[in-house]
């Protein structure tokens, strides 16, 4: 080890000259680590197990806790109410199809009942059902209704993570629930009396129906989901390390950390030697007292260009490791516990604190100033982040940097000379270059992409790193400089000066909370250039755009002092989405809350969830709407059954992979379950199940002649509806084909013997402002702010700089 990369140890025990500091008492023997376990008889009282902790431990077998708390409400049970802790369970269970196995109707399911042998049985059976399986039976002396302890549930548990209840993870089959030891530090305050939370060793766990505060400064033995606590099946008493907290002080006996979320004396052994504040470091617990410390003083400083899972990119230093117990810690203004992804690509605001050549810490030491943006450049057509090649060009001279530390090399270029890189260019040999131009206002072209108007060219700086044998692309430049390739890109310079401050204030905010966010972190980006984020240079910078930018220059929409998500689209249908409509785990948002959008901009709500009432608005043109001088305000398209279902045989089982309580399939007993199948067969018809005030539409059913599925979400409606193979008519008479998504999910649905009609309006998710509408409300005389009020309710409009 290189004696800058030292650590200092403070042991108990007797004070060696060598030693940075040390105890007052001698143990340089390794202490004999001592595991007694105590069995889940002993920490449950064999009590047995409610029908609610059962519903919690089989519905996290299929469900994350976002899922579950984004699944509609299907049960019908009135002894559960939606603000219980377990009804969120429950209804897992039931969207699971086995409710039934702990009652026996459908308007009781005693929540605090306790879980019977019999019980167990029905249990099994409904599982070897539906999951096509086999499995083991409980051996044990008690039977009926007698009440089953979780020892013995715990043993049908165990074969249902293993065998039953998987999903694909980074290419694995693995289980959602996981055994762990997890050392319990303390109970964080909390003002809800729901979802109740615990810090451990390991992080902080949601401890729903479990309370924790017995078990502080024991192991638990426990099963867990992602950040949920599942059950505890008994505890250890083991010498525990809790590693890279960060020390507040140590003053006599008295050791003061942060640990995840949680400030926490710890009391010493013996007394530490001198005074010590703020640093990380490894601590040793051996029945409740701290023996033994490990101060990691040692910290680097750099711009972060990229973050993975196991590593984080520096400037200077290239690619360096993380610890296995990496932690981040906010340390201004009010001390935080923080996620990887808090730590800011392309930018220097984070100590990094090093043991044995490995990052074991981050700290924030200061609040994001949004100068920078980092945009990762897609491929032609946008279909992939990944290049075979990239040549690019300036019209001025150009220099080219790679390498690391003292073998930092620069090349220079002259302007008009075009330089190539591949993936075996010897300046990759670190694995990243940088191109940039003399002088700051210069730009270098792209020549390899080609966008709407020819090949792109960019200002700032252009990063090429090899990847996986591939090359990724990005563009890091100041935040407003993006925005002048921004705002042409997506809303016409035609729509005049007003608009386009409109489109810029709404794009500022927008990116800033996907550079805040670290979206693209894993590629050292914020954000890319395709729809996903926002269009960036597909149709290069205008002179109006640039002047739009530059009067509204750091100007963003707040709520309650806080940066927005400024959702917009292309065409409204007549009446925006609240947010809640379009994304199904998304709460309501108060600043996005649809409405009707009358071409007087006088705002109104009204009720199109009948199918009646919403056919009656899209065809009756009885009324003087924003948008209706567009084209996408109303369009309709004649699909085949045929055409149907190659669509859904298509892209039905890439949605139920990605989500599948978003898709159900009709079971024999009547109700709907998450199931994979293989077909559906040959669609015969489909049908509007629910739709939201808006008009839009969040699930349909699709009757096929072999199974019958009900699909969830604007997005993957508009997925497995989209008119691939058909030819969508405007109302302006014109016509679009082969569009891989429906227009939109505003539509009413007419059915005849070869197929269907839809009749919809507007052209995107509805949510937020309408681009088109902005140039509406310009023509009635509305300043920028005012419209931007007209979108999003109750903002302020407020800057970042």
Known sequence: MNEGNKTRLILIGICFACMVMVFARNVTVRLQATREETSVSAVNGDKGITHAQAAKMLSLLAYTTDELDGLERSHTYKDSKQDDWYDRYINGLVSMGLGSAFSANETTFGPMDKVTYTELDQLIQLIQKEKKVTLNKVNSSKQGKQNIGLNDFTKLYDQLIKNVYLHKENGQTVSYIKKKELYVIGIPEQKKETNQKVSTDQG?????????????????????????????????????????????????????????????????????????????????????????????PEKIKAKVLSISKDSIDLEKYGTVKLDDDFKVYQIYGELMAEAPNSILVGYSNCEFVMTHGKICAALITDSLTAKNIRVLIRNNGYDSVYHKKVTVTSDENFIVSYGNGKNRTEKKYEAGEKVTIKTSNKMLASGRLEIKTESDSGKVKITSIVRAKGSPSYRGTIEIVKRSGKLTVVNELPLEEYLYAVVPSEMPVSYGL???????????????????????????????????????????????????????????????????????????????????????????????????????????????????????????????????????????????????????DRRLKDIYNKKSDYVKTLNSDGKYYERAIDTIGTVQKIKVIKRAKSGLVSRIEIVGSDNTVRVTSESFIRQILAPMYDTVIRKDGTKVKNLNLLPSSFFVIDSNADGIQLYGGGYGHGVGMSQNGVKSLVKLGMTCEEILKHYYDNIEIGTIY
């Not at 020390?247 to 004396?265: C, S, Y």
């Not at 947010?579 to 998304?586: A, E, G, H, L, T």
Request: hydrophobic content about 35%.
């Open 204 to 296: 902080q766990y949601e401890v729903n129906g479990i309370d924790a505060k017995n078990y502080v400064d024991h192991t638990l033995k426990a099963y867990v989901s992602n950040s949920e606590l599942v059950a505890i099946t008994g505890t250890v008493d083991k010498k525990v390390t809790i590693h890279n907290a960060y020390i507040l002080k140590m003053d006599g006996k008295e050791i003061t950390a942060f640990i995840n979320g949680i400030k926490r004396v710890f009391m010493a052994k013996s007394e530490v030697s001198e005074k010590i504040e703020t640093v990380v470091a490894d601590l040793v617990i051996t029945n409740q007292k701290v023996t033994k410390i490990t101060l990691k």
């Open 498 to 648: 007003e608009a386009l401050k409109t489109q810029a204030i709404c794009a500022r905010s927008y990116a800033y909370n996907h550079l805040a966010a670290n979206s693209c972190s894993a590629y050292g980006a914020h954000v890319d250039d395709s729809t996903a984020y926002q269009v960036y240079n597909n149709h290069g910078e205008d002179k109006l755009a640039k002047q739009a930018v530059d009067e509204t220059r750091g100007k963003v929409l707040q709520y309650q002092g806080k940066v927005i998500f400024a959702y917009y689209y292309s065409t409204s249908c007549g009446n925006t989405s609240s947010v809640s409509d379009v994304w199904v785990n998304k709460k309501t948002i108060p600043y996005l809350v649809g409405h009707f959008q009358s071409s007087d901009g006088k705002k109104e709500t009204k009720d199109f969830s009948s199918d009646q009432a919403f056919r009656e608005f899209l065809t009756s043109n009885k009324e003087e709407m924003l948008d209706e001088d567009y084209p996408w305000y109303r369009w309709n398209v004649k699909i085949s059954y045929d055409n149907l279902t190659k669509m859904v």
